[in-house]
């Protein structure tokens, strides 16, 4: 089976510009996250969507956005990308909606903001 | 301040030694999970903790949850080069949804 994928691996934006980034679930996983790894740092908490509604979200300034469509794949968004918007976005799956549920993480898209 | 603080930062030693690495917070959480992270990979889970004074094997890895809930930790017995990584601990907060907080990490290495 696959596991969770993302896509692009990298990118190189400059500021100021628009990005969207891809996720595609585990096959059966009806709940995405959204996280931002810093270089140095643990992943910190975006977005989280179960059943395309969102559920939870981060301490992020509103150009972050995201949305989960009927295949429960989503997309993050990002206006205006400033220098301090470079990180490992990372998108993570999981089974059911449950705290305990543990996350399958995808490698991450590397954002790289010049 | 983090959440949940991980010690140490840094941690080199040998193959073959035994090495502990840290979760501490003044919160309780419903449950706390442990993560390894290679190099260009999302971190991969290791365990889920749920109930206080639980301790769960993993071959040479030991997790321990705290009587109260708010603190862990992770023992390895005599490391491998394969083990070398970043760990990291996550938990949800009670009444947090399922929104996973992270510690900083303990970055690790083994040398042959």
């Known amino acids: 089976d696959a596991g969770v994928t993302q896509s692009p691996t990298h990118l190189i934006k400059t500021r100021g510009q628009h990005v969207t980034l891809r996720c595609s679930p585990i096959?059966?996983?009806?709940?995405v996250s959204w996280y931002q790894q810093v270089l140095g740092q643990g992943p910190q908490f975006i977005f989280q969507?179960?059943?395309?509604?969102?559920?939870g979200r981060g301490n992020f300034p509103d150009r972050f956005s995201a949305r989960q469509f009927p295949n429960y794949s989503s997309e993050l968004n990002v206006n205006a990308l400033l220098l301090g918007d470079s990180a490992l976005y990372l998108c993570?799956?999981?089974?059911?909606?449950?705290?305990?549920?543990?996350?399958?993480f995808g490698s991450g898209t590397r954002l790289t903001v010049v | 301040t983090q959440l949940l603080e991980q010690s140490p930062q840094f941690l080199s030693i040998q193959e073959g030694e035994n090495l502990t690495v840290y979760c501490n917070s003044s919160?309780?959480?419903?449950?706390l999970q442990w993560y390894r992270q290679e190099p260009g990979e999302g971190p991969v889970l290791l365990v889920t903790?749920?109930?206080?004074?639980e301790v769960k094997k993993l071959k040479r890895l030991t997790f321990q949850f705290g009587d109260a809930r708010k603190d862990s930790s992770l023992h390895i017995t005599a490391a491998q080069t394969g083990d070398t990584g970043l760990y990291l601990c996550?938990?949800?907060?009670?009444?947090?949804?399922?929104?996973?907080?992270f510690g900083g990490g303990t970055r690790l290495m083994v040398k042959p």
């Open positions: 993570a799956s999981k089974l059911g909606y449950r705290p305990n549920y543990g996350y399958t």
């Open positions: 096959s059966g996983h009806k709940s």
């Open positions: 969507y179960y059943e395309k509604e969102e559920r």
């Open positions: 919160s309780v959480f419903s449950s």
């Open positions: 903790v749920v109930t206080g004074g």
């Open positions: 996550a938990a949800n907060k009670n009444n947090a949804g399922n929104m996973l907080t």
